[in-house]
C-alpha cells in the first residue's frame, strides 16, 4: 500500500509540473538586432528609400529616411509592446519622405503588440491592426575591405543591392540571403576603366568569385564568402 501511495504521489507531482509548464507564458521572443522597415499599416504599403530600427536593450534607434531617430522600448508578456520618449534630429528632406516619416513615427507611438512571423517583424496597434512590418537585417549589410587589398571594397545594403570598389572599377548588383547563404544575382554592372593587365586580371578573379558565392560567416570581423562546397572564395574585413 505504501508502494503504491508513493508512486501514485509521484504522478501527481509529475502531473502537476507538466500542467504548470502548460501554463507558463513562454518568453517574448527577443528583438534585438536590426531592422528594415518594408511596409507601413495594414496593407503594407511600400517604402521610399530605407528606414532602419535598431533595438538594443530597452532603446531603439534608426534612420527614419530623412532624420535619425532615438526612444525607449518595453517587451512584455504575450508579446506586449510599448515605444516612448521619442525623439529625433530635425533635418529637412523631400515632402514624400516627411511625409513618410511622420507616418513611421506616429506608427510606433501606437505599437502596442508585436509578432514575428516568419522572419517579419509585425508591430500592431491596440486593436490589432497591422502598423508596421520589418524584415531582420542580416549581418552582412555594411561596408568592408578585401583583407588582402583594402582599396577593394563591398557594400551590402538592407534593399538586396550591393556595390563597391574593384581593383580598377566601380561596380553593382543585386544580393539575397537566408540563414548564412548568400546569392549573388547575375546582374553585376561596373564602369569600364582599363586598367594595368596585373589590375584587369584582378578583377576579373574578383568578379568570379562574387558570381560564384553561395554562403558567408562573420569571424573576429573578418567576412568570409565561400562557394557552394565551403571553399573560402574573398575574405573582408569591417570597414
Known amino acids: 500500500m505504501k508502494h503504491t ?3 501514485f504521489s ?14 507558463i507564458s513562454p518568453d517574448s521572443e527577443s528583438l534585438e538586432g ?38 525607449k522600448i518595453t517587451m512584455g508578456q504575450d508579446g506586449k509592446l510599448n515605444i516612448s520618449g521619442l525623439g529625433s534630429t530635425k533635418m529637412a528632406g523631400p515632402a514624400d519622405l516627411m511625409e513618410q516619416e511622420q507616418k513611421y513615427y506616429a506608427a510606433l507611438a501606437n505599437a502596442a503588440a508585436y509578432k514575428i512571423t516568419d522572419g517579419s ?21 555594411g561596408k568592408w575591405l578585401l583583407a588582402s587589398d583594402n582599396n577593394v571594397t563591398v557594400t551590402f545594403n538592407p534593399n538586396g543591392s550591393f556595390g563597391g570598389q574593384a581593383p580598377v572599377n566601380i561596380y553593382g548588383g543585386s544580393y539575397t540571403t ?11 554592372i561596373s564602369t569600364m576603366m582599363a586598367g594595368t593587365e596585373e589590375q584587369m586580371q584582378a578583377e576579373s578573379a574578383f568578379f568570379h568569385a562574387l558570381t560564384m558565392s553561395a554562403g558567408y560567416s562573420i569571424v573576429d570581423a573578418h567576412l568570409i564568402i565561400t562557394d557552394e562546397n565551403g571553399k573560402e572564395l574573398l575574405n573582408f574585413v569591417q570597414a
Open 121 to 141: 517583424l509585425i508591430i500592431s496597434d491596440n486593436a490589432g491592426n497591422t502598423i508596421l512590418t520589418f524584415k531582420e537585417i542580416p549581418a552582412i549589410v
Open 34 to 71: 536590426n531592422w528594415v522597415l518594408t511596409g507601413i499599416g495594414s496593407d503594407n504599403t511600400s517604402i521610399i528609400g530605407d528606414i532602419t530600427l535598431e533595438i538594443a536593450g530597452s532603446t531603439i534607434s534608426g534612420n527614419s529616411g530623412v532624420n535619425n531617430y532615438f526612444g
Open 10 to 23: 509521484a504522478l501527481v507531482i509529475i502531473g502537476a509540473v507538466i500542467f504548470a509548464a502548460g501554463c
Open 5 to 7: 501511495t508513493l508512486v
Open 178 to 188: 537566408s540563414g548564412h547563404t548568400l546569392s549573388i544575382g547575375d546582374d553585376i
